[in-house]
């Protein structure tokens, strides 16, 4: 007998024919609800994050016997892994940055067939027709063309009511759900190249619930520009009222100065209203298809943690380290710095650097008294020191094994000279000594 002409029983007493899966991919695993080792669900919890795009998927909406879905009615799994999710990080006091919209969902680009099996598709849903909604079956264009009516429902744009009351009833229940908690963030979109009128007015539809909540709400726009001079981001950096923060993860395709230059000039146009400076998507693994490697994952984290940047997250495998023991290893070195410097308080300042190559050396500065230098493959400068008082300490510590060197005494001078020890990625904090230390 085919597995599909069995109907089961959920553990909310509904009956589930397996017919509505047919041309889904199935992972069936035999357990007990009660058994010892039902730790293993966070286990597939986890492979099905790393798969759904390969043919795991779990959708907000209820999915009929017909194997069509109901817009009007919620799916019970989905919100309860989206609360399960946002009790547990907040109990870690892990941050958590909701992407609203990912517009490679409502695509079928290189026969990914997302948009095909996505429930807002008309074929998949028994509340509108392809006539009713403006939407296609189909969208194999990238979704950077913007070719999917998808994302101009709004008022100043289409003012499709048909599509337009679904997306707020699934953002309403969004916002019920997550405001719940202090620690969530809220993204517009997922790498948008779209129309700024679409993500002002999720904007202001996310504010005005909270609001109506008393909930103080942070909210960013990713623009797929790598550029972040661009005037696409500017539409963020310039609203304040809207976006209390911003995303640059886009400037993790950019390598050496440019990377560091580009980080730069946003937080040099926020200073007047400064506001907090994430990058989530911290790209780069050795044998990913985008071409970026190890070493630029660590690069970048390196140049951000030093430009100011309020957050830094390695992207997920296979484009970036995840929580590799790689990734480990950086994350360990930061905070050992953080013990010698408050990271906070730094400032860029490659401008004391002398003798620099091209992506040799990178300078953070802190209230004038300390000084961080990296190093993403060995190197040698001369570090201006004249505007403080020695003697200094150098702490060398070796990124990729997490170890520190035996710290090395520098009498009061104008000029140090800091050799790299190898060619690993190295980072030395120059600080003043405590008293003791120097008896």
């Given at each position: 007998m085919s597995i599909y002409a069995h109907t089961l029983t959920k553990n909310t007493g509904e009956l589930q024919e397996m017919e509505s899966y047919r041309g889904k991919l199935l992972l069936i695993v035999n357990t007990a609800s009660k058994c010892g080792f039902t730790k293993q669900y966070e286990g597939l919890e986890n492979l099905y994050s790393r798969y759904k795009d390969k043919g795991f998927e779990i959708y907000p909406f209820k999915m009929l016997s017909n194997g069509k879905y109901d817009l009007n009615i919620w799916n019970d799994e989905y919100w309860l892994r989206l609360e399960r999710l946002l009790r547990e990080?907040?109990?870690?006091?892990?941050?958590?940055?909701?992407?609203?919209?990912?517009?490679?969902?409502?695509?079928?680009?290189?026969?990914?067939?997302?948009?095909?099996?996505?429930?807002?598709?008309?074929?998949?849903?028994?509340?509108?027709?392809?006539?009713?909604?403006?939407?296609?079956?189909?969208?194999?264009?990238?979704?950077?063309?913007?070719?999917?009516?998808?994302?101009?429902?709004?008022?100043?744009?289409?003012?499709?009511?048909?599509?337009?009351?679904?997306?707020?009833?699934?953002?309403?229940?969004?916002?019920?759900?997550?405001?719940?908690?202090?620690?969530?963030?809220?993204?517009?979109?997922?790498?948008?190249s779209g129309e700024k009128e679409w993500s002002n007015y999720w904007a202001r539809f996310v504010k005005s619930h909270a609001d109506r909540k008393k909930r103080k709400v942070y909210l960013t726009e990713m623009w797929d520009e790598w550029d972040l001079t661009a005037a696409q981001h500017r539409q963020t950096f310039d609203h304040p009222d809207l976006f209390g923060f911003v995303d640059v993860s886009q400037n993790n395709h950019n390598v050496g100065d440019e990377h560091w230059d580009n980080f730069l000039h946003v937080r040099n146009r926020l200073a007047i209203q400064p506001r907090p400076m994430n990058t989530t998507k911290t790209y780069g693994a050795s044998g990913n298809k985008f071409g970026h490697t190890d070493q630029d994952a660590i690069e970048r984290f390196w140049r951000h943690l030093l430009a100011g940047a309020a957050s830094i997250r390695f992207h997920r495998p296979p484009s970036g380290l995840g929580l590799s023991d790689r990734a480990i290893r950086c994350i360990r070195a930061a905070r050992t710095l953080e013990t010698m410097v408050p990271i906070w308080t730094l400032k860029a300042a490659n401008e004391l650097l002398s003798d620099r190559d091209?992506?040799?050396?990178?300078?953070?500065?802190?209230?004038?008294?300390?000084?961080?230098?990296?190093?993403?493959?060995?190197?040698?400068?001369?570090?201006?020191?004249?505007?403080?008082?020695?003697?200094?300490?150098?702490?060398?510590?070796?990124?990729?094994?997490g170890r520190s060197r035996d710290q090395e005494l520098v009498l009061d001078r104008d000029e140090i000279t800091l050799s790299s020890p190898s060619k690993d990625n190295w980072v030395v904090a120059v600080v003043q000594p405590v008293r003791q230390q120097i008896k």
């Open positions: 990080t907040s109990r870690r006091r892990i941050f958590v940055q909701i992407e609203i919209w990912d517009r490679f969902d409502y695509s079928d680009l290189d026969d990914t067939n997302r948009w095909q099996i996505h429930p807002y598709n008309p074929q998949n849903n028994v509340n509108y027709t392809v006539t009713e909604s403006g939407l296609n079956t189909r969208y194999p264009d990238h979704p950077g063309a913007n070719t999917q009516p998808f994302f101009f429902t709004t008022p100043e744009q289409k003012d499709n009511h048909c599509v337009l009351y679904y997306q707020q009833r699934f953002v309403k229940q969004l916002m019920e759900v997550s405001l719940t908690f202090s620690h969530v963030l809220y993204c517009m979109n997922n790498e948008t091209s992506n040799e050396a990178y300078l953070a500065v802190s209230g004038g008294s300390a000084y961080v230098v990296y190093f993403p493959t060995g190197g040698r400068v001369g570090l201006d020191v004249s505007g403080s008082k020695g003697p200094f300490t150098l702490n060398w510590i070796n990124i990729d094994t």
